[in-house]
């Protein structure tokens, strides 16, 4: 507990409108050619026009690079590598959902240090300098701002990680003004994904941390009192920086206390049935907090105490109970499929899947109770 290495982004700017303010923190005097990255649809919600315009207005030139997919493939991420270069990319703008975030990540690396992405996969294989990256979150739920990571799904359809200290931004900027559109769908999702980077990192097995562990229940508490107000209120703009910044603090705490088997069962779901990430880690989500419950009474407990100060003084047993009760009866009133079956996923897929989430063994090892192949069948067979 008293050992441990604890990073992330250096800079955060959290205030409403702050989007339009991104020409303060570009940095250097020589930058002038500025990479956007972000997708079709958030182009086309136009929340990206201020901010776009603000710094050609600078005297900034912009590229627009909207083909970022959900759950990038291999060859979206190469060739929005090689847009950045045709342009002579100077600086890199990440502006989008989780998707959007990690693509920019591997262009602000790879269009400044050529190196071939599938040899990269992996904890500190990723090497070199990389171009001067902001990264402007638009939902609610990865955190990726403030993360190392960068996942890819390759062309055999299994979701990967190029986890590196370089990829970390050089600042975040959290503008909740930006979410106030996004649909209650996709609100509840990326807010429950953001919820389970709390969950998780508070429980990882290996390097779980004190700084860590602050960040992981001060997200947690923000999270858990926001997502039913912004369900209710989308335009509740207090509400939506309330949920950026507890994503962000989760983001900060899984970066460095890694999550573990909600996440190594959902990455198939994505991968193969491509599933949203955050409704495949919200499925996934109640089936492991009982899978884990014997081996994480103590976090489970102090957790619950978060979310319910009275718990605070009762039995670990009885708050522990109490926090997996409040959190999956949460999830129950989410907007979104509540089991495998009904997001479409059919019964016989289950030996595949298992197979599939044994391969995350980046993430397994974090888990606080040790998940053999019998158990993810049985625990994708409680999800049905």
């Known amino acids: 507990m008293n050992k441990f290495v604890f990073q992330t982004t250096p800079k955060l700017v959290c205030a409403l409108g702050s989007a339009e303010q991104l020409s303060e923190h570009l940095g250097s005097d020589t930058i002038k ?24 207005d600078a005297g900034y030139d912009v590229t627009v690079y909207s083909q970022v997919q959900a759950d990038p493939p291999e060859t979206m991420v190469i060739a929005a590598v090689e847009a950045a270069v045709a342009c002579k990319a100077q600086a890199v703008v990440g502006f989008g959902g989780g998707s959007s975030l990690d693509t920019a990540k591997l262009v602000a690396l790879l269009a400044k240090s050529p190196q071939p992405l599938e040899t990269i996969y992996g904890v500190g294989l990723a090497k070199g300098e990389r171009l001067p990256l902001i990264q402007v979150p638009t939902t609610s739920g990865t955190g990726s701002e403030v993360t190392p990571i960068s996942i890819v799904t390759t062309p055999s359809d299994e979701k990967k990680g190029v986890v590196s200290s370089v990829l970390l931004p050089d600042v975040a900027i959290l503008d909740g003004l930006l979410t106030i559109g996004v649909p209650p769908a996709i609100t509840a999702m990326t807010g429950v994904d953001a919820m389970v980077h709390a969950i998780e990192s508070y429980t990882s097995l290996l390097k779980k941390n004190p700084v860590s562990d602050a960040l992981g229940k001060q997200a947690l508490e923000l999270l858990y009192r926001n997502l039913p107000k912004v369900i209710r209120d989308g335009s509740d703009a207090p509400a939506r920086q309330a949920m950026l910044l507890g994503s962000m603090l989760a983001g900060m705490a899984f970066a460095n206390a890694p999550v ?110 040790p998940v053999t192949h019998a158990d993810a069948v049985e625990l994708y067979l409680a999800a049905l």
């Open 260 to 369: 573990a088997a909600v996440h190594a069962l959902a990455y198939p779901l994505g991968g193969i049935y491509h599933l949203p990430h955050g409704l495949s880690n919200s499925l996934m989500l109640e089936p492991v907090l009982k899978f884990n419950y014997t081996h994480a009474i103590g976090p489970y407990a102090d957790l619950g105490r978060v979310i319910d100060p009275s718990l605070i003084g009762v039995d670990d047993d009885q708050a522990a109970q109490q926090f997996v009760e409040r959190i999956v009866a949460l999830v129950n009133t989410m907007p979104f499929a509540k089991t495998l079956t009904e997001a479409g996923i059919p019964g016989d897929a289950v030996e595949q899947l298992a197979a599939a989430a044994l391969k995350q063994q980046r993430l397994l090892v974090n888990n606080p109770r």
């Open 33 to 56: 050619r500025v990479f956007w990255v972000t997708d079709q649809g958030v182009l086309n919600a136009g929340i990206a026009d201020r901010p776009i315009q603000t710094l050609r």
